[in-house]
Structure formats: C-alpha cells, structure tokens
C-alpha cells in the first residue's frame, strides 16, 4: 500500500504568490515523523520542514508552513511569496516511529515551477 | 556548518564492473542512511548504520554491501554493475533526537555504460 501520496505531478504558480503541494500518508503507528525535502535540477536533497505526530502546531520554518491535518492524514507544504528559486522537485517522507534511525519514505514528488 | 560529504560526485563505470561510493556523515550523527534514486524516481532506502552497526535493511541487491568504519564513514560497495544502476545514490545522516531531520549530501551520479 502506498505510504504517501503526492497527487500533483506538477504545479505552476507566479512569481510571489502562495502555493501549496499536497501530501497524504498511511500509517497505523501513533508515532511518526513527516518531511519535506526540496530538489533543484542540480539535484541534492534539502530539508525544509519536520512535523512530528504529536505536536500540537503546525511547523513553520520562514516561508515554509506545513498544513498538518492528523484526521485527514494529510501534511500539506504551503510556500508563499514564491521566488523564482522555489522552481525544484519537492518530496513528502515519512518516517514511522519517533526513533530518528528508522528510514525515510518518499512520495513521487511535485515538480514546481515558479513563473515570473 | 559542515554537511554531509559524498564521493565522488560522478563516476561511470561499465558493465560487470565494481564501484565503491564514500559517505562522511555530519560530525556527531551517529546514523547514517544509504538511499537509491532512479531516474524520474523518489530515493529508495537501500541499508543504514546506527553506530557501525547495520539498523535497517532495504530494497539493496545482494550485488550491493556497506558499513560504517569507526571514524563513522560509510562506504557502498557495488560489484557486478547493471544498467539498471545507474542512478543518484545519496548518502543521509542523522542524530537520535527524534525532531532531528536526516541531512543529505549532495548524492554521487552513477552512469552505467
């Protein structure tokens, strides 16, 4: 079964708006952890944003917010004031179990492109 | 602040031969992960180290090994290579405080020819 689930394939969005990337997640542990992780064309993988499953607000890191639904099992990213620099490969992970060793799982990503 | 170090950044090989990626973790991660990342695909994890010890084993061929040496490098050794290697192999570490994030380095591109 699949564990996350980014449905866009691709986004568009303009120069200084607000966009957001979906991600749901599967998982029956009360515990996990959910990440986002940016990568450009050069092709690293940069971390964003941590939501853990027990904490009470939403994770924010500068324009990064996360849409932590528990309910709906949903982690949605919302950037905003996009810049042309957010054009990149974003990737929802999860990790299962509140043990930092335990590996990550990855959606199929979103690929954002900011116009100007 | 110092970040995970992989080499090198490409290498190509051909056919049926052996490759040895490197990984330096991030000074005081006592973890390190070892993921596969296909062409138009999401990183698949492949085998992770918790203090030199294998924690966790994924989706790695048999062709593939690694382990983790005291100074807590990792090194992926990869023999009898495939076309269907060819990919970005990341190297990931993390610390155990559960709100840490795995950090990446930059990945090592591997062409197969």
């Known amino acids: 079964a699949q564990k996350i689930t980014q449905t866009q394939p691709g986004m568009f969005v303009q120069e200084k708006e607000a966009v957001t990337l979906d991600c749901t997640y599967d998982?029956?542990?009360?515990?996990?952890?959910l990440f986002w992780y940016k990568q450009p064309s050069s092709g690293e993988m940069i971390f964003l944003i941590y939501?853990?499953?027990?904490?009470?607000q939403n994770a924010t890191e500068g324009r990064y917010s996360l849409n932590f639904q528990k309910a709906r099992k949903s982690a949605n990213l919302v950037i905003s004031a996009s810049q042309l620099g957010d054009s990149a490969m974003y990737f929802c992970?999860?990790?299962?179990?509140?043990?930092?060793?335990?590996?990550?799982?990855f959606g199929s990503g979103t690929r954002l492109l900011v116009r100007p | 602040a110092a970040g995970v170090i992989q080499s090198p950044r490409h290498l190509i090989k051909e056919k049926r031969e052996t490759a040895t990626l490197k990984c330096y973790p991030i000074?005081?991660?006592?973890?390190v992960y070892w993921y596969q990342q296909g062409p138009g695909q999401d990183p698949q994890f492949l085998i992770s180290?918790?203090?030199?010890?294998?924690?966790d084993k994924g989706s790695i061929p048999d062709r593939f090994s690694a382990q983790q040496f005291s100074d807590y490098h990792s090194e992926l050794n990869m023999s009898s290579l495939e076309l269907g290697d060819s990919a970005l192999y990341f190297c990931?570490?993390?610390?155990?405080?559960?709100?840490?994030?795995?950090?990446f380095g930059d990945g090592t591109r591997l062409s197969i020819l």
């Open positions: 990931a570490s993390s610390s155990t405080d559960s709100n840490q994030p795995q950090h």
């Open positions: 998982t029956s542990d009360p515990s996990y952890g």
């Open positions: 939501q853990g499953s027990y904490d009470q």
């Open positions: 992970a999860m990790r299962e179990g509140m043990d930092s060793s335990y590996k990550l799982i």
């Open positions: 000074p005081r991660h006592d973890t």
């Open positions: 180290f918790y203090e030199k010890m294998q924690s």
